[in-house]
Nanobody, 120 residues
Framework: QVQLVESGGGLVQAGGSLSLTCAAS????????MGWYRQAPGKLRELVAV???????DYADSVKGRFTISIDNTKNTVYLQMSSLKPEDTAVYYC??????????????WGRGTQVTVSS
C-alpha cells in the first residue's frame, strides 16, 4: 500500500509565493517520477511539473520560470516552489507518483489534492 500526503497550499495574493510538499510512504521499491498536476473549476486536470528519475524535469509552459520542482529521494518527497503567482494558478493541486512496489509492479498513485487560491 502506498500513500501520498500533500501539505502546503492556501490563499495568497497575486505576485506572492507558496510551497507544496508531497511525501510518499508505504511499500516503495523505487520511484520513477513524481510531480504535480492541477485542476481548476470547469477545466481538465493538467500537468504542472514533473521530476523524472535521473534528474530530468518538465514544466507546463504556463509555469516555466515561476515554479520549481525538486525531489528528495532519501525521503520520497517532492516539492513545488511557486512564485510570482497569478490568479489563473488557482486550482486544486494534486501530487502524483509512479512507483515501483516490486521488480515487476509499477503503478500511478495520487494524493487527495490541496487548494491553492491566488487573489487578484
Amino acid at each position: 500500500q502506498v500513500q501520498l500526503v500533500e501539505s502546503g497550499g492556501g490563499l495568497v495574493q497575486a505576485g506572492g509565493s507558496l510551497s507544496l510538499t508531497c511525501a510518499a510512504s508505504g511499500s516503495i521499491f523505487g520511484i520513477n517520477r513524481m510531480g504535480w498536476y492541477r485542476q481548476a473549476p470547469g477545466k481538465l486536470r493538467e500537468l504542472v511539473a514533473v521530476s523524472i528519475r535521473g534528474g530530468l524535469t518538465d514544466y507546463a509552459d504556463s509555469v516555466k520560470g515561476r515554479f520549481t520542482i525538486s525531489i528528495d529521494n532519501t525521503k520520497n518527497t517532492v516539492y513545488l516552489q511557486m512564485s510570482s503567482l497569478k490568479p489563473e494558478d488557482t486550482a486544486v493541486y494534486y501530487c502524483m507518483a509512479n512507483i515501483l512496489t516490486s521488480w515487476t509492479s509499477t503503478n500511478d498513485y495520487w494524493g487527495r489534492g490541496t487548494q491553492v487560491t491566488v487573489s487578484s
